[in-house]
């Protein structure tokens, strides 16, 4: 089992910033890399970005492509996502999620944070 919580949400004006966190606990050598997702009101939840977890390798969805970052810190097992320039298309309840090698789907979610981004 593989426990994530995350952290940094809330309320920022376009065109500001904000970093998220996401801290794992439990079995976190069986992690191969970590994700952000984000769903907004009435919207299918949709992938952001993710990082390998031993190589560091990133991977952006073009929507957040040059504006966000993912990063991490194995000793503190935990992932960020450092987002400026947000939008208002931005807003959403972003979930970091783990899994344990590229084959399987992302199989251990956070509880979700708030981002609201007003224009």
């Known amino acids: 089992q593989v426990q994530l919580v995350e952290s940094g949400g809330g309320l920022v004006q376009a065109g500001g910033s904000l970093r998220l966190s996401c801290a794992a606990s439990?079995?976190?050598?069986?992690?191969?890399?970590m994700a952000w997702f984000r769903q907004a009101p009435g919207k299918e939840r949709e992938f952001v970005s993710k990082?390998?977890?031993?190589?560091?390798?990133?991977y952006y969805a073009e929507a957040v492509k040059g504006r966000f970052t993912i990063s991490r810190d194995n000793a503190k097992n935990t992932v960020y996502l450092q987002m400026n320039s947000l939008k208002p298309e931005d807003t959403a309840v972003y979930y970091c999620?783990?899994?344990?090698?590229?084959?399987?789907?992302?199989?251990?979610w956070g509880q979700g944070t708030q981002v609201t981004v007003s224009s």
């Open positions: 999620a783990s899994r344990a090698s590229s084959f399987n789907k992302y199989n251990y």
């Open positions: 439990g079995r976190t050598y069986s992690i191969y890399d």
């Open positions: 990082i390998n977890w031993s190589g560091g390798s990133t």
